[in-house]
Antibody, heavy 121, light 108 residues
Framework: EVQLLESGGGLVQPGGSLRLSCAASGFTFSDFAMNWVRQAPGKGLEWVSL????????YYADSVKGRFTISRDNSKNTLYLQMNSLRADDTAVYYC??????????????WGQGTPVTVSS | DIRMTQSPSTLSASVGDRVTITCRAS??????LAWYQQRPGKAPKLLLYKASSLESGVPSRFSGSGSGTEFTLTISSLQPDDFATYYC??????????FGQGTKLEIK
């Protein structure tokens, strides 16, 4: 059974930084692209970032480009999201989501339970 | 960017009802359309992909159809667990605004 467990969320001041982690199990982590998707309170879903299995290809939503960095450690079966220069509109639950494919179709077939991030002074 | 628009935003129905949710794309997306279900406080769950392919383990009362710019999700006979928010999603693309805004299915 695929399991994705996010951690690292919390309260941070505007302009601050946070690093999210997602521990994966139940599948061969290094065989799949991985994503971060977020959901602001009471709002819909927004894709944030994707990384290929070897981290050679990464994509970012325009709203986070230049501020967020996705990475992965296949030896630890863990996905990361480094978030810098955080703004109030980054407040959301952040989900780790497994891609259906190796190359990345942005089709999310398994999701973690989410970790909340609140950006506020 | 391609915009995905769902209708209605809210739908009230009863157990046993047949319901349909529509998703429209601002330009043709072929069949690159998925549907997700999100129960309150839970992560989204993939229901269908490629417009009409049922994800493994998803009950057969869920079905999808459409191609190009207009798509539908149909639940043939609503069960109590089906009251949730449903999102359409244009995938296999690197674009913004790929999710619909969501349709909340409420108990009448």
């Amino acid at each position: 059974e695929v399991q994705l467990l996010e951690s690292g969320g919390g309260l941070v001041q505007p302009g601050g930084s946070l690093r999210l982690s997602c521990a994966a199990s139940g599948f061969t982590f290094s065989d799949f692209a991985m994503n971060w998707v977020r959901q602001a309170p009471g709002k819909g879903l927004e894709w944030v970032s994707l990384t290929s299995p070897n981290s050679g290809t990464t994509y970012y939503a325009d709203s986070v480009k230049g501020r967020f960095t996705i990475s992965r450690d296949n030896s630890k079966n863990t996905l990361y999201l480094q978030m810098n220069s955080l703004r109030a509109d980054d407040t959301a639950v952040y989900y780790c989501a497994k891609d259906r494919t190796l190359w990345g179709m942005f089709l999310f077939d398994s999701w973690g339970q989410g970790t909340p991030v609140t950006v506020s002074s | 960017d391609i915009r995905m628009t769902q209708s209605p935003s809210t739908l009230s129905a009863s157990v046993g009802d047949r319901v349909t949710i529509t998703c429209r794309a601002s330009q043709s997306i072929g069949s690159w359309l998925a549907w997700y279900q999100q129960r309150p406080g839970k992560a989204p769950k993939l229901l269908l992909y490629k417009a009409s392919s049922l994800e493994s383990g998803v009950p057969s009362r869920f079905s999808g159809s459409g191609s190009g710019t207009e798509f539908t999700l149909t639940i043939s006979s609503l069960q109590p667990d089906d009251f949730a928010t449903y999102y359409c999603h244009h995938y296999n693309t690197y674009h913004m605004y790929t999710f619909g805004q969501g349709t909340k299915l409420e108990i009448k």
